[in-house]
């Protein structure tokens, strides 16, 4: 079993839904971040989270570290979120090291 | 500014030779990450840069592989004697001080096939 899994693999929905995306660790972290990866390649950082709840623009992001668990909510969605969104856990030890998600590939239709 | 830069952004080599891959960070970044993303696989760490030191090379599969920093500014990532299982697109990212605690910018990435 990964150390990080996230659901849905792969997800569609009509532009102006409301999307979530689910990220759950079995490993005690230190932070948790959730990545957007354009179909190009290129990779952008949403958000860092430790703890609590962020939002930017129509995207929030939440964790509930008790419960090792963090959502990624998009709301109005619109067909340029069509992305893969990827989450990363640092362990809560002396490593730097990151643990990936395989990633939720989102397409938003027109 | 000018964003995290890695080069060349492609990179076809034959099996058994080596290769050099390099990152030019955001400049005042001193974390330094490199990361591999293989076909159809999640991004997979291979090692961290604080400054010129390197305090985490766990991710590095084997002693093909290896990294430097020079400068606190640029890094090469170096694969001997490649093989087919290297190909993969390889990505770095630059942040502030603080490690996780801080946003990662990251490069375009180095597409290399091992052909």
């Known amino acids: 079993k990964n150390e990080v899994e996230q659901s849905p693999q792969n997800l569609t929905a009509q532009e102006g839904e409301f999307i979530t995306i689910n990220c759950s660790y079995s490993?005690?972290?230190?932070?948790l971040h959730w990545l957007q990866q354009h179909p190009g390649g290129g990779i952008v950082s949403l958000f860092m989270?430790?703890?609590g709840k962020k939002k930017h623009g129509r995207l929030i992001a939440t964790i509930n570290i008790q419960e090792k668990h963090s959502s990624l909510h998009i709301t109005a969605s619109h067909p340029r979120d069509s992305a893969v969104y990827i989450c990363?856990?640092?362990?809560?030890?002396?490593?730097?090291?990151?643990?990936f998600g395989t990633g939720t590939r989102l397409k938003v239709l027109a | 500014g000018a964003g995290v830069s890695q080069s060349p952004s492609n990179k076809v080599t034959e099996k058994g030779k080596d290769v050099e891959l390099r990152c030019d960070p955001i400049?005042?970044?001193?974390?330094l990450y490199w990361y591999r993303q293989s076909l159809g696989q999640g991004l997979e760490f291979l090692i961290y840069?604080?400054?010129?030191?390197?305090?985490?090379k766990s991710g590095l599969p084997s002693d093909r592989f290896s990294a430097e920093r020079t400068g606190g500014s640029v890094s090469t990532l170096t694969i001997q004697r490649t093989q087919q299982e290297d190909s993969a697109v390889y990505l770095c990212?630059?942040?502030?001080?603080?490690?996780?605690?801080?946003?990662?910018?990251f490069g375009p990435g180095t597409r290399l096939t091992v052909l």
């Open positions: 990212a630059s942040s502030f001080p603080g490690g996780s605690y801080n946003e990662q910018f």
């Open positions: 490993v005690g972290i230190s932070a």
């Open positions: 989270l430790s703890s």
């Open positions: 990363a856990v640092r362990k809560y030890s002396g490593t730097y090291k990151y643990i």
């Open positions: 400049s005042g970044h001193t974390a």
């Open positions: 840069f604080q400054g010129n030191s390197a305090p985490d």
